[in-house]
């Protein structure tokens, strides 16, 4: 079978059973059984098939994913975080659009605790949210900075997708968890200058409110006593991996401890949210790991077909312009992100993109962190985007999927406007990195 026919028959099966709606994981499964019975030579490859699955998840680079999710999953379910927002709303007085700054700064500072883009939605929504369309927040300006800072959390460190990337693609994963600091920084950036000079201009977007009324230490409390401390767990697990005192899995297991810790000193921890917060830990983390389980041997039959080689093959004209390859990779990820999930995208995507970087002398770390843009592009992105519909399911019934699409196109455009910036400046995405290094 010619590589052109064999990746029509597997990349048509895919999409095929992906819009019949069959879980993501049980597709790349079916795929792999027509896919071995074809190309590995039937039951022996259908046996060496599930070897490979094994060998793919029994992998200790995965072992901070799950640390990482629990983290923001016991700050979530403990109540800890709610605290973190009131105390950030609380000092941050009369400007344009204060609850939707909140909102952006509180998001940030979650997303360095939970590296999950839909808690870290999920909570903004149900905590920032009804008050600011109580107070006559337009729709857009209340949801579209939830929205938008909710996918941060996959480029800050704790990002879990950052580490299945890593960990996938052969990338250092401290580097590229280190690599989605400034990219992060500058979204929220974005955002807020966004916020800012749009309700200056059409204050009817966002009522100047004064803010709590505390002065001095009342006002400063909360955040010393809330926000402090779960800044110094954000440090302690960035710090020991950008001064290489601990490898990711190391920093993971201690940001995971020091959030019991930080519950428990709070008088927030209980065996019931515990327990919650283990369990919704382990669904994520096993679904992750059936997706990576299923994809990683999907790809080995798309090499083995000779479907990868026959492509690159074709694509050999871009070789001698990186710089064009690189933009093509983005664009196909962007695509992708209107239609996909972000784990999919990385199955399916990685086969074909790391052999051509490292064939092209790209650097890794500043793709990895262009490609993890683009996925935070496309939670944002309609028709498909996650994050939309996780706002749908906090916001109030009075609102439909159209204002949730017309609220996040503004902050679509400003990640694909941060993203053509790091595309154009490489040197943004690898200079935190390089200290590492250094």
Not at 113 to 118: A, F, H, P
Not at 290 to 299: H, R
Request: glycine fraction near 10%; proline fraction near 6%.
């Amino acid at each position: 079978m010619s590589w052109v026919a064999a990746l029509i028959l597997l990349m048509g099966l895919l999409f095929l059973l992906g819009v019949i709606g069959l879980p993501i994981a049980f597709v790349f499964f079916s795929v792999n059984i027509v896919g071995g019975a074809v190309f590995l030579g039937g039951g022996a490859g259908l046996v060496q098939m599930i070897r490979n699955s094994f060998d793919a998840v029994a992998n200790f680079s995965l072992a901070p994913i799950p640390l990482f999710i629990l983290m923001g999953e016991v700050l979530f379910h403990t109540g800890v975080a709610f605290k973190a927002i009131t105390a950030i709303e609380r000092i941050i007085h009369r400007m344009p659009g204060r609850l939707s700054v909140v909102a952006v700064i509180s998001g940030t500072l979650f997303s360095a605790l939970s590296g999950s883009t839909i808690a870290n939605t999920a909570l903004l929504g149900s905590s920032l949210m009804p008050e600011m369309l109580k107070r006559n927040y337009h729709p857009s300006m209340a949801m579209g900075p939830i929205m938008a800072v909710g996918g941060i959390a996959m480029l800050i460190p704790p990002s879990a997708l950052a580490v299945l990337l890593g960990s996938l693609s052969g990338i250092s994963i401290a580097k590229l968890l280190i690599g989605g600091i400034v990219p992060g920084l500058m979204m929220s950036g974005a955002f807020i200058a966004y916020i800012l000079i749009r309700c200056a201009l059409d204050p009817k977007l966002a009522p100047i409110d004064e803010g709590p009324k505390e002065q001095g230490w009342a006002r400063w409390r909360p955040f010393v006593v809330n926000v402090l401390p779960l800044s110094a767990i954000i440090f302690l697990v960035i710090g020991c991996m950008v001064l290489g005192w601990a490898t990711p899995t190391e920093a993971a297991g201690l940001g995971s401890v020091a959030s019991v810790i930080a519950a428990a000193a709070y008088g927030a921890l209980t065996r019931q949210n515990l327990m919650r917060s283990l369990t919704e830990t382990a669904k994520i983390s096993v679904m992750i790991l059936f997706i990576i389980a299923a994809s990683v041997t999907f790809s080995q039959i798309l090499a083995f077909s000779g479907a990868v080689n026959g492509l690159l093959d074709q694509l050999g004209g871009l070789k001698s312009s990186p710089f064009l390859l690189v933009g093509v990779m983005v664009l196909i990820l962007v695509v992708l992100g209107c239609l996909v999930d972000q784990v999919s995208m990385i199955m399916l995507t990685l086969p074909f993109f790391m052999p051509l970087a490292k064939a092209t002398g790209i650097d890794e770390i500043w793709l990895g962190v262009l490609m993890l843009i683009s996925m935070e592009l496309g939670l944002l992105t309609p028709p498909f985007g996650m994050l939309l519909f996780v706002m749908q399911g906090v916001m109030p019934k009075n609102f439909d999927l159209g204002h949730v699409y017309r609220a996040a196109l503004p902050f679509v455009g400003l990640e694909a406007l941060v993203l053509a910036i790091l595309f154009l400046f490489p040197k943004l995405a690898v200079w935190l990195p390089s200290i590492m290094t250094n």
